[in-house]
Every structure is written in structure tokens, then in C-alpha cells.
């Protein structure tokens, strides 16, 4: 499956941004979509996942209770809502695909990628 993420762009802290990743070839069912984030000069890492199938979900504790991830079956698109946005959730942020009928949060296990989309939150 290829992915497209965007949504991306320059909001102040506290303020909100959503992301949205879309798929082209297929669509998510039976599929776990996940995003990560890479600051820079950091390893990239786990935010959030849905199940597309049963839309379970998992969030890294950095980000639970200020972001969520969501499905829109219509689009076939997987969206990140985020809220109160801190200096430290700059990054570029991913999505990314993994077979699954369960929960993965491992970037390993994801075979498919999005192109990343920038995201700068302002003090």
C-alpha cells in the first residue's frame, strides 16, 4: 500500500494541527496504520496506532490525552488529531502500514511508508 501523509504546518504552542494519511493501491483493512515522528537529531519514534479493522488504538505516553487517532472508512484515510501542541512534538511526522489484526507500535513490522510531513510548534 502507498501512503501519503500531510497536514503539516507551523502552529504555536497549545495550539491544534491535524494530520491526515491516505492510501493509495488498497485500502487500510486488515492493517494497523501507525504514526512516528522524527526530531532532529533524535531517533524516530512511536506515537500513535489504529487497527483499521476493529479500530483499537495505542498512544505513546508523551502524547496520550492531547492526541488522537482516527478512521475515516469513506476517504480511507487515518487522521491525528493534535492538540495542545508543545515545542517538543516538533518533528516530521510519518504514517506507516503494518499487516496486523492486532496493535503494533514496533517500526520494524511496518513495511509501508509515507514521505513524512513537517510539523514546527512555535514557544
Known amino acids: 500500500v502507498q501512503l501519503q501523509a500531510f497536514g503539516g504546518g507551523l502552529v504555536q504552542t497549545g495550539g491544534s494541527l491535524r494530520l491526515s494519511c491516505a492510501a493509495s493501491?488498497?485500502?487500510?483493512?486488515?492493517?494497523?496504520v501507525g504514526w512516528f515522528r522524527q526530531a532532529p537529531g533524535k531517533e524516530r519514534e512511536f506515537v500513535a496506532v489504529?487497527?483499521?479493522?476493529?479500530?483499537?488504538?495505542s498512544y505513546a505516553r508523551s502524547v496520550y490525552g492531547r492526541f488522537t487517532v482516527s478512521r475515516d472508512n469513506a476517504k480511507n484515510t487515518v487522521s491525528l488529531q493534535m492538540n495542545k501542541l508543545k515545542p517538543e512534538d516538533t518533528a516530521v511526522y510519518y504514517c506507516?502500514?503494518?499487516?496486523?489484526?492486532?496493535?503494533?507500535?514496533?517500526?520494524?513490522?511496518?513495511?509501508?511508508w509515507g514521505q513524512g510531513t513537517l510539523v514546527t510548534v512555535s514557544s
Open positions: 489504529i487497527n483499521w479493522n476493529h479500530g483499537r488504538t
Open positions: 506507516a502500514a503494518a499487516q496486523s489484526s492486532g496493535i503494533v507500535t514496533i517500526q520494524a513490522y511496518f513495511d509501508s
Open positions: 493501491g488498497r485500502t487500510f483493512s486488515s492493517y494497523a
